[in-house]
């Protein structure tokens, strides 16, 4: 708040040596029709709006962006806003120089057409960005997929989108690699995103490969993976799918979903492949499918007897 105050104030000071300047008289040539009066004028008056836009967009941001504002809406309201302010101050300077706000306006949409030729990719990516406002494909905090890059949202400005990357070439199974990689915003206009961590869902379904002997009993080793998937999920599946239930009755979509974990049977041509299914936060996805890989490992060492393990090489 203290940098919005201080740079109203020195727009203040700006704007009365703006004035000062005009009526005096400065020696010196004339420069694209300017007198250098008139051009000192001019110049100090273009900082004052500069400063005054600053100090007031500092002074509306700290204003509306309070404290129990959660991250992601404190950040589409200081982009937007950032917007708003550059444009008035854009506007304000053109007003300045040419004395005509109607001119002005009329100036900056001349420039913005001769631009689009020029600037295309950076013009999209700025449309990309509105995009990314209004309609809400991701935002920060989210974990996304686009254009083969994965990873936590943590800014998206006017026109990158800036990811803390997961997988990648360093590291793999969903863990961050430390890197930071930013994707233009124009790709969320061409591209797929897919988004891990809505709000409305912020569940993934997860599995687990197990490779058992054709001697085993599989519908005594899918209960004892099941049961021992339940226990360590608790009741949280339970209440996450119920909750995804809600979100499909209000589409057209028809789906049986269980709320307790799933095994998928697969044959191969040496063992059976036992596919538990679950649900879980996409964050925590390689902490669960660990914690659940040794528990259900356990368990089922338990019983030699109903749960064979292949003893092929061929693994």
């Not at 083969?148 to 360093?170: A, Q, R, S």
Request: with cysteine.
């Amino acid at each position: 708040m203290t940098r919005g105050y201080l740079s109203i104030l020195v727009a203040l000071v700006c704007a009365v040596l703006a004035a000062v300047s005009a009526s005096a008289t400065l020696p010196g040539p004339i420069v694209y029709g300017f007198t250098p009066s008139e051009l000192t004028s001019k110049a100090l008056a273009g900082v004052a709006v500069v400063l005054a836009a600053y100090g007031t967009y500092v002074l509306v941001t700290g204003l509306a962006l309070s404290r129990t504002m959660d991250k992601r809406r404190r950040h589409k309201v200081q982009s937007v806003l950032q917007l708003v302010f550059v444009v008035l101050a854009t506007v304000g300077v053109l007003g300045v120089f040419t004395q005509q706000w109607v001119p002005a306006l009329v100036s900056l949409g001349v420039v913005g057409f001769a631009a689009t030729f020029a600037l295309q990719q950076p013009l999209l990516s700025l449309f990309g960005w509105v995009y990314i406002m209004t309609k809400q494909p991701y935002e920060v905090g989210d974990r996304i997929a686009i254009e083969g890059n994965k990873g936590d949202v943590v800014d998206v400005d006017f026109l990158v989108t800036t990811l803390w990357e997961i997988n990648g070439e360093l590291v793999s199974s969903n863990q961050p690699s430390g890197r930071h990689v930013t994707v233009p915003n124009s790709a969320v206009l061409s591209a797929n995103v897919v988004n891990f961590s809505r709000d409305e869902f912020p569940y993934v379904w997860n599995e687990i490969s197990f490779q058992v002997a054709y001697e085993t009993d599989l519908e005594f080793t899918k209960e004892l993976f099941r049961e021992t998937a339940a226990e360590y999920l608790g009741d949280e599946m339970a209440a996450a799918v119920e909750r995804y239930r809600e979100q499909l009755e209000e589409t057209p979509v028809e789906l049986e979903v269980n709320e307790r974990p799933s095994v998928n049977v697969k044959q191969e041509e040496s063992w059976v492949e036992l596919r538990l299914r679950y649900l879980t936060r996409p964050r925590r996805g390689q902490q669960v499918k660990n914690e659940l890989y040794a528990r259900v490992l356990d368990r089922a060492n338990e019983h030699p007897e109903q749960v064979k393990f292949p003893v092929s090489r061929n693994r």
